[in-house]
């Protein structure tokens, strides 16, 4: 990954590295230092670590990652072709490249959140569990002192913006716009009672940045909106690289399909039930934004140099209709029914379009792949990896890297977390604080259908010292605000 800084005390180290791409050709400071004087030189060592663009002429991408919220693989029909159209969603799929094993960093949506913000597992910057509205029901507190995507991106010349949910605080100093966007138009909170009142429990968290906003409209269709005008803007300021995170609350729960686009999914397929029906178009109606957005693209002449990655944040929560399928289980669980997400890159020019990865990664991996697209040196000290050799049509480099997950809750749970890790093929999990451990072998049974802990004692005792280690490191973080920061 090269030489860098910590990203838990914000020493970033130098920014800009000295790797060429395919397409977009990025001029490193040392080549830069050549040209000009030694004074100069000096200048941008002394600088290292803050603002530093580009060389002149050098083209950097654009990023552009769509989040979507309890999406299953089974709710994108370029996984699964059943009762669920996403004719764009296909589209991007059939320009660029689809990872079939690609999972996300957790079960719910805050922690995967930071993850994917970070390129640390959750629990190593204090989000375990879901942020809430009450302080008594919250599970995570953002470490201030993490070092975020946009945090960087930023400081290498990038214009940031997120358009859509947060969901990673609702006041300082954890606030998009203090977290490394400079641009935020958006939802604050979790989630909304309704799509189109936009509220949670009575509170109005609608921004732009700091600045409290009260549209009217579906909250898929804003965000669109949003993000349609976001990119716009950048069409006129073409110099300056752009970072938007695009990030739709649907098809989270309540399921609230416009009326108009439930008729036209019912009209197609009566015998759906009316669950099933309902999240069918809520996913049809987001489909169609997302699609409003690659059209928006290429019509501002845009697309060729914008790299889009889409994914989810965890599974589809099966009460509510939505799939997973073939994948057991769903929202909440360690199953691979909760974690399997569908992943598709398109990079113009290099990726081959309809191309297909079965490379086993995470969402955070996301962190330092864009920042090595971009030539920003990636920090020293992250769990993600880059997936740009992938995307390269290379090999990823040889090493090994457990996956973990965790997640802790209340309730039932009673504020303790519980967790999984997948260690090559095996897989070890549970489901609640309280259960045995459970052992998969997923080479022979992806399903997790037959749990083997009883015949492996050994394997599930490896996993689990490799397990407690994950634990302890998450451990040494603080995931409830201080009492003072509570207060404010």
């Not at 996300?104 to 569990?129: H, I, K, Q």
């Not at 990119?231 to 690289?241: F, T």
């Not at 399903?447 to 490896?462: I, K």
């Amino acid at each position: 990954m090269g030489r860098g800084g910590d990203p838990t005390t914000g020493n970033l180290g130098c920014l800009v590295t000295n790797r060429f791409f395919t397409g977009f050709p990025i001029l490193s400071l040392m080549r830069l230092a050549v040209r000009r004087s030694a004074a100069l030189w000096l200048g941008v060592v002394l600088c290292c670590g803050l603002a530093l663009l580009p060389a002149r002429g050098a083209t950097r991408p654009n990023l552009l990652v769509i989040l979507t919220d309890d999406h299953g693989v089974g709710d994108v029909s370029a996984y699964r072709k059943a009762d669920v159209q996403t004719p764009h969603l296909d589209r991007l799929a059939s320009q660029g490249m689809r990872f079939t094993r690609m999972r996300a960093n957790a079960t719910v949506c805050s922690p995967s959140r930071a993850a994917l913000l970070t390129g640390m597992y959750p629990d190593r910057v204090g989000v375990p569990g879901v942020i809430r509205t009450r302080p008594e029901d919250s599970w995570g507190w953002f470490d201030p002192r993490a070092v975020t995507l946009p945090d960087l991106l930023r400081r290498s010349g990038y214009y940031t913006a997120l358009v859509g949910k947060w969901h990673l605080g609702l006041r300082s100093p954890n606030t998009p716009n203090e977290r490394g966007f400079e641009f935020f138009h958006g939802f604050l909170g979790d989630m909304m009672d309704s799509y189109t009142t936009h509220e949670r429990e009575g509170h109005n968290y609608l921004r732009r940045n700091a600045q409290p906003i009260t549209p009217k409209g579906h909250a898929t269709d804003l965000f669109t909106d949003w993000a349609v005008e976001y990119l716009e803007e950048r069409a006129s300021r073409r110099r300056q690289p752009f970072f938007l995170m695009l990030a739709y609350t649907a098809p989270h729960f309540p399921i609230e399909p416009p009326e108009a686009w439930l008729a036209r999914v019912r009209k197609r397929d009566s015998s759906l039930s009316v669950v099933r029906a309902r999240n069918v178009a809520l996913v049809e109606h987001l489909d169609h934004g997302i699609g409003r957005i690659l059209d928006r693209l290429e019509a501002l002449g845009l697309g060729g140099n914008t790299v889009v990655v889409f994914t989810s944040d965890n599974g589809g929560s099966l009460p509510h209709g939505q799939s997973n399928d073939p994948w057991k289980d769903g929202k909440q669980s360690h199953y691979d029914g909760g974690l399997r997400v569908p992943f598709l890159v398109r990079w113009t020019g290099v990726v081959p379009p309809s191309s297909q990865s079965d490379h086993a990664g995470l969402t955070f991996d996301i962190f330092p792949t864009f920042l090595e697209l971009a030539g920003v040196q990636i920090p020293s000290g992250l769990d993600a990896v880059s997936l740009v050799p992938i995307l390269q049509g290379e090999s990823m480099p040889a090493g090994h890297r457990d996956l973990y997950f965790s997640r802790r809750e209340g309730g039932r749970y009673g504020g303790n977390s519980y967790e999984a890790l997948i260690r090559g093929s095996w897989k070890l999990l549970r489901n609640d604080p309280y259960s045995p451990f459970e052992l998969y072998d997923l080479d022979s049974d992806p399903g997790e259908m037959t749990n083997v802990a009883g015949q492996h004692p050994d394997r599930v005792r490896e996993l689990s010292e490799a397990l407690r280690e994950q634990v302890r490191r998450g451990g040494q973080v603080p995931w409830q605000p201080p009492s003072d920061a509570r207060t404010k």
